[in-house]
């Protein structure tokens, strides 16, 4: 199985992405602090952030939007979130989210979690990976 992966975390150029469903202004405010904290103790690059504060129902969110136009543009080649769930809870907008970073070449990086576990978990994973076969893309993680 070949599928090409970003190696060098020292390359990634991260959009940091956070999404909360509180109404609590400071929930946004500590999850970016966060991300931020992280990226910096692992000497990534971020090169823009977004928040959004509402639920991760739907694609329809201008932080999300913000975050793709970032890698469509190739600014960003990464998102940088909590864990998978600030992409979404439900499955079919995960997926969609993951697939266009699949289709852009770009990863996932989860701070709080073990994203490839997240994915498998969640039953991710394994359609994902059969679409980089299929394709002869990267696996976003």
């Known amino acids: 199985m070949h599928q090409q992966q970003l190696t060098d975390e020292h390359e990634l150029k991260l959009w940091a992405y956070a999404r909360s469903s509180s109404s609590r202004p400071s929930v946004l405010i500590q999850q970016m602090q966060g991300l931020l904290a992280d990226a910096e103790r692992n000497h990534w690059t971020v090169v823009g952030t977004s928040q959004d504060m509402s ?77 980089a076969m299929s394709k002869g893309g990267i696996v976003p993680w």
């Not at 793709?68 to 995960?94: C, F, K, M, P, W």
């Open 55 to 131: 639920t991760g129902r739907t694609l329809a969110r201008m932080g999300l939007r913000e975050a793709q136009s970032a890698v469509r543009q190739g600014l960003a080649n990464g998102i940088l979130v909590e864990d998978v769930g600030r992409l979404s809870h439900e499955y079919s907008t995960a997926l969609r989210v993951l697939e266009f970073l699949q289709d852009h070449g770009a990863v996932l990086i989860c701070t709080q979690t073990d994203v490839r576990y997240e994915l498998y978990i969640k039953g991710l994973s394994q359609p994902l990976q059969q679409r």
